[in-house]
């Protein structure tokens, strides 16, 4: 299965890690296994959204990955849509209206600090299903051949295996 694209067998969606090495290490690490939507590092990659992490460089791509995992997994429990990601990361004031519509929603009190650790505690608790389950961090591999050079900057997937457990350090 060296050469079928995906990760827990779920299929890599339209980006190639390669090319795009922080939602290379989404697609990695996440834990439903080859999910962009689940730290969606295009959008800094590429877009330029939140900032700018070099696609084709490892440097900022774990932390990078790490965050918008994060991120992600606090928001989709809130019932919005991710897309709401795109302001929160430009606008600073986007994030504090985010947490402002789930206090009042909820009747709560969070704190920026609360949400982080939200997302954090959804990603623990989802990896510790997981390895309840059979999986451990070499199912956190992309396949072999993303080793190979990707045209036109031929580029490869360069992480190495502890590289890629960093993304879940926290």
């Not at 067998?9 to 690490?29: E, F, M, S, W």
């Amino acid at each position: 299965m060296t050469r079928v694209p995906v990760v827990k067998n779920q299929a890599i969606p339209a980006y190639d890690p390669r090319a795009v090495k922080g939602v290379g290490l989404t697609y990695a690490t996440t834990p439903m296994g080859a999910d962009h939507t689940a730290g969606y590092a295009v959008a800094t990659n590429i877009m330029k959204v939140g900032g700018f992490v070099e696609p084709l460089q490892k440097e900022g791509n774990v932390e990078l990955s790490r965050n918008l995992q994060i991120a992600t997994a606090a928001i989709d429990s809130t019932g919005m849509c991710l897309f709401i990601a795109f302001a929160i990361m430009d606008i600073p004031e986007a994030f504090n209206a985010l947490i402002d519509m789930i206090n009042a929603m909820y009747g709560l009190s969070l704190t920026a600090d609360d949400v982080t650790e939200l997302g954090k505690t959804i990603l623990k608790t989802e990896r510790g299903f997981n390895a309840k389950a059979g999986f451990t961090n070499a199912h956190d591999r992309l396949p072999e051949f993303f080793e190979e050079e990707c045209p036109p900057h031929n580029t490869t997937w360069d992480f190495t295996d502890e590289e890629i457990d960093e993304v879940f350090n926290f």
